[in-house]
């Protein structure tokens, strides 16, 4: 049976034009099953898991589906998805990647060894999307010095330092870089320029309530 997979949500504004797309590969005789959720989660998909054991029990050997995000955003999950579909017999058509057409088009045994290819190739950008992911969150904690979570409290004789400091006509900057604190280890580490913003605001701000 030929299967049309439509996840939709609140915000996409013609859906129909999805199921369009869809017919046009699958014809008329495909049946429609139709999922309203964000785009952005991949849980609770009710109908999506009903799809999964009609392909289970073979009830469902062509699955057509507007784009590959439509089943998956996550590229790992998507990858294991095909390796589901391969070992049950459900080819996976897709609109916006037509490309993979070609793959249902090579020659016994090649066709197996393609899609092998590409289910391995999906799985290693799945991994470098995740090394990415990684790097990303090390850099940023580098950038942060280690210092997440809330900021510490600043001391009134360091708030009164940055104030006389702010009154000689020192910038946020330099303020910053002649101003430190010291941690529990007795280690000095420099402030952050947003604390020395806040102490100004807060400064100028007691002088107008005044």
């Known amino acids: 049976m030929k299967a049309i997979y439509l996840r939709t949500s609140t915000e996409e504004q013609n859906p129909q034009n999805q199921l369009d797309d869809c017919l046009s590969l699958a014809g008329e005789e495909a049946k429609v099953y139709e999922e309203k959720q964000s785009a952005f989660k991949d849980k609770d998909r009710p109908i999506f898991e009903s799809i999964k054991q009609l392909i289970k029990r073979g009830k469902i050997d062509e699955l057509y589906v507007w784009d590959w995000d ?36 090579i020659p016994e045994p090649f066709d197996s060894i393609m899609k092998d290819l590409f289910i391995n190739l999906l799985g290693w950008m799945a991994e470098d999307e995740s090394q990415k992911k990684s790097d990303r969150v090390k850099i940023a904690y580098k950038n942060h010095k280690g210092n997440w979570g809330r900021p510490k409290k600043i001391d009134k ?30 280690n000095r580490k420099a402030i952050s320029k947003s604390s020395v913003h806040k102490t100004i605001q807060d400064f100028k701000g007691d002088i107008i309530s005044f």
């Open 70 to 105: 439509r089943l998956f955003r996550n590229r790992k999950k998507l990858k294991e998805f095909f390796e589901f579909c391969k070992i049950y017999g459900c080819d996976i058509h897709s609109y916006r990647q037509k490309f993979f057409e070609e793959f249902y088009k």
């Open 157 to 186: 004789n360091l708030k009164q330092e940055i104030i006389e400091a702010h009154k000689k006509g020192m910038s946020i900057r330099e303020v910053a870089d002649s101003v430190f604190i010291w941690d529990k280890n007795n």
